[in-house]
C-alpha cells in the first residue's frame, strides 16, 4: 500500500477511491445497459415500422385489386364485351369510360388501364403519356397472358408491364392483369384487364417512414423482385440484383439478425405483406448504430467524469477541512519548541480534533507558568554561572608579565620591551572585545599570539611556537578565551628542562565535515591519566589550575556533552588537548544559540 506522508493526501485518495470505484462500476454498467436497450429499441423499431409500410403497401394493393375486380365485373363492362363489338356508345357506356378515365386522377398510383375483349374491343387511358398497345391476338402468346389466365378471374400481379407494349421500355411500374369472366356464365372468357402500378408511389410509401437517417426499407414482390427501396445505394443494388438467394434468405428470415451486404454489415428486419407474398425489409447499418454506442459512452463518460470532478472538488474541501485543524495544532507545536511559548489555537469545531485542541490550549497555559516559575529561574541561574566562570581566569600571567616588562625596561632598555608592550596591548583590546562574550575565531588566534608572544618574550629558550590554522575558519563565530588556558597550562607546566629537547607547542585549527577542531600540542613531560582526570575535575574554590576545567565546562555548557575537551597524553610524551565548535556563521546565529542556552 502506498504510505502518504500527509493526511490530507491520505483522506483525499481515500475519499476518492471509495467513490471513484462505484461510479466506474456505474458508468460500465449503465454503458452497457444503455447499448442494450438502444439494440433492444432499434429492433423493436425496425419490426414496428416495417409492420406500419407493409400495411401501407398492402392497403395500396387492396385498392388496385378491389377497383380491378370492380371493374372486371361492372355490368357495362360485361355488357359491352358480350355482344358484338360496335363503334356506337350507349350512355351508360359513356359514363363508364368517365368513370375509368378518372380513376388516374383519384388514384395517383395508377399509371394505365388496358381492356382487350374477345370481341375485339379494347379500350385503353394513360395517366402520363399514350403508349402503343400490342394486339389482344399477339397478347395472347405471351407468358403473361397465360399466367393472368390461369388465375381465372383472380388478380395477378406481374414485375413489368413491358409485355404490354410494342416498345418494350422499363416505366418503372408494376401491373395488375385480372381476365374477365361473365357473370351470368363462368365458362365464358369476355376478355382481360390491366392496370399499371407506379413503382413511385410504393416507394413513397416507403420514404417518408423514419427509423434512423441510414435504414433502407425495401419491398420485394412474390419473385423477390426489387419493386422499390427508401435510398438510392448503388453497392447494395449490384449486391442483390443478381443474387435470388441473398434476396430470399433477407425477405424470409423470421429473426432479426446482422447481414453482410458487400463491405457493410446491417441489422436486418422483414415483414411479409400477406396474401400476396410480398416482403418489406428493414436494413440498419451497424455502423450507425455503433455510433449511437459511441454517442452513448462519451454522454457517460462526461456524466462519469463530471461526477468524479465533483468528488475530488468535495473530498479536497472534505479532507482540508479536517486535516486544516490538525496543521494549525502542528504549526503551533513548532513554534512552541522554537521557543515561542505564547501559543493559543482556536478551537473552530466540537468534534474530536476540536476536543484535542483545547486540551493544547490548556497544556499550553500550563507549561508556561511552569516555564514561569521553574525553566526561567533555571536558566538566569546558568546564564549567571557562564558569564562567571568567563570571568574567572586567573589573571596572575598579567601580573608576571607586567613585572617582567617592568624590570626588563629598566635594566636594559631595549626594543624586546616595545614588543611585549604591543603584544600586551593586543591582548587587551580582544580580550575586553568591548564587554561582549563572543568574538570571531579569527579574534580568538590573534590573542592566542599575542599571548604567546608575550610568554616567549618571558621564556625564550622554553619552546618554539607553530601555528597551523586553517584561513577558512576565522570567520565563525565562537566564545571568548578558550585557547589561553590551555596554552597556558602547556608552557607554564610541559616543558622540562630534564627532557634535554627543545620545547615544540603546535597550534592547529581546521574545518571537519559539520564542525571545527582546535588542537593545542606540546612535546613535553606529559600527564598519568589521573592527573588528566583531576585536571578537568578541579573544584571550582580551589585557588588555582581551574582554568582547564573552566573551558571544558564553557564548552559542555553552551554546546553540550559532545563538545567537552578531549585530552590525549602520557608521560615523556607529550600532550594533545583537542576541542570542537560547532559551525557559527553569523552573530544572529550565536545570539540564537546563546538565548537558547547552547543545545
Not at 462500476?25 to 433492444?40: D, N
Not at 407494349?165 to 376478355?191: Q, V
Not at 581551574?546 to 615523556?572: C, K, T, W
Request: overall charge neutral.
Amino acid at each position: 500500500m502506498f504510505a502518504f506522508k500527509r493526511l490530507q493526501t491520505k483522506l483525499f485518495v481515500l475519499i476518492v477511491m471509495l467513490v471513484l470505484i462505484p461510479v466506474a462500476g456505474l458508468g460500465v454498467y449503465s454503458y452497457f445497459i444503455s447499448t442494450k436497450s438502444l439494440e433492444e429499441q432499434t429492433i423493436q423499431n425496425q419490426s414496428q415500422t416495417i409492420q406500419l409500410v407493409g400495411n401501407n403497401i398492402k392497403s395500396m394493393l387492396d385498392d388496385a385489386r378491389d377497383i380491378s375486380g370492380y371493374v372486371t365485373t361492372n355490368e357495362t363492362i360485361q355488357t359491352l364485351l358480350n355482344q358484338p363489338y360496335s363503334l356506337s356508345v350507349t350512355n351508360s357506356q359513356k359514363i363508364m369510360f368517365d368513370y375509368l378515365s378518372n380513376l388516374k386522377v383519384a388514384k395517383k398510383y395508377i399509371s394505365f388501364m388496358v381492356i382487350y375483349g374477345e370481341n375485339d374491343y379494347m379500350f385503353r387511358d394513360f395517366a402520363d403519356y399514350y403508349r402503343q398497345v400490342v394486339s389482344y391476338n399477339e397478347l395472347k402468346d405471351s407468358p403473361v397472358y397465360m399466367v393472368t389466365a390461369a388465375r381465372d378471374g383472380e388478380a395477378h400481379l406481374e414485375y413489368s408491364s413491358s409485355p404490354l407494349f410494342i416498345y418494350s421500355h422499363n416505366y418503372n411500374e408494376i401491373m395488375m392483369g385480372r381476365r374477365i369472366i361473365s357473370s351470368y356464365d363462368p365458362d365464358k372468357k369476355l376478355g382481360m384487364l390491366f392496370m399499371g402500378i407506379k413503382k413511385d408511389a410504393m416507394r413513397n410509401a416507403i420514404k417518408d417512414i423514419q427509423i434512423s437517417k441510414t435504414t433502407n426499407l425495401l419491398l420485394f414482390d412474390d419473385n423477390y423482385h426489387l419493386i422499390a427501396s427508401k435510398l438510392d445505394e448503388k453497392e447494395m443494388d449490384a449486391q442483390l440484383n443478381d443474387n435470388l438467394e441473398r434476396k430470399k434468405q433477407l425477405s424470409t428470415s423470421k429473426e432479426t439478425y446482422i447481414y453482410t451486404i458487400g463491405s457493410k454489415q446491417y441489422l436486418a428486419s422483414s415483414a411479409p405483406i400477406e396474401p400476396y407474398n410480398w416482403y418489406i425489409v428493414s436494413l440498419t447499418p451497424i455502423e450507425d448504430i455503433q455510433k449511437q454506442h459511441g454517442i452513448v459512452l462519451r454522454i457517460t463518460l462526461i456524466l462519469s467524469l463530471s461526477l468524479l470532478l465533483i468528488v475530488v472538488i468535495i473530498s479536497a474541501l472534505l479532507s482540508r477541512s479536517i486535516t486544516s485543524p490538525i496543521k494549525n495544532l502542528l504549526r503551533s507545536m513548532n513554534n512552541f519548541k522554537r521557543g515561542d511559548f505564547n501559543q493559543n489555537v482556536e478551537v473552530i469545531s466540537q468534534d474530536e480534533i476540536g476536543l484535542l485542541t483545547q486540551k493544547y490550549n490548556e497544556m499550553v497555559i500550563e507549561l508556561n507558568d511552569l516555564i514561569q516559575k521553574v525553566y526561567v529561574s533555571q536558566t538566569n541561574q546558568k546564564i549567571i554561572e557562564l558569564r562567571t566562570l568567563q570571568t574567572q581566569i586567573e589573571p596572575h600571567f598579567l601580573y608576571n608579565t607586567l613585572d617582567f616588562i617592568f624590570f626588563n625596561s629598566k635594566m636594559n632598555g631595549d626594543d624586546q620591551t616595545a614588543q611585549v608592550v604591543h603584544a600586551l596591548s593586543e591582548l587587551f583590546r580582544i580580550s575586553f572585545n568591548r564587554g561582549n562574550d563572543y568574538y570571531k575565531l579569527e579574534h580568538e588566534i590573534k590573542q592566542i599570539q599575542a599571548y604567546v608572544r608575550i610568554q616567549h618574550a618571558r621564556f625564550p629558550n622554553r619552546f618554539t611556537a607553530e601555528f597551523d590554522i586553517d584561513p577558512m575558519i576565522e570567520c565563525f563565530y565562537t566564545m571568548k578565551l578558550l585557547l589561553q588556558p590551555i596554552v597556558e597550562n602547556a608552557i607554564l607546566h610541559a616543558f622540562d628542562k630534564k627532557l634535554n629537547r627543545p620545547g615544540i607547542l603546535r597550534i592547529t585549527g581546521v574545518i571537519e565535515t559539520d564542525h571545527i577542531r582546535l588542537t593545542v600540542e606540546d612535546n613535553g613531560c606529559g600527564m598519568a591519566p589521573d592527573q588528566i582526570e583531576k585536571l578537568l575535575t578541579i573544584p571550582k574554590h580551589s585557588t588555582g589550575g581551574y582554568g582547564i576545567r573552566n573551558v571544558n565546562e564553557r564548552l559542555q555548557m553552551m554546546f553540550g556533552p559532545d563538545y567537552a575537551l578531549h585530552i590525549s597524553s602520557a608521560p615523556n610524551e607529550g600532550t594533545i588537548v583537542s576541542l570542537r565548535l560547532p559551525l557559527v556563521e553569523s552573530e544572529q546565529k550565536w545570539r540564537l544559540l546563546y538565548e537558547n542556552h547552547g543545545h
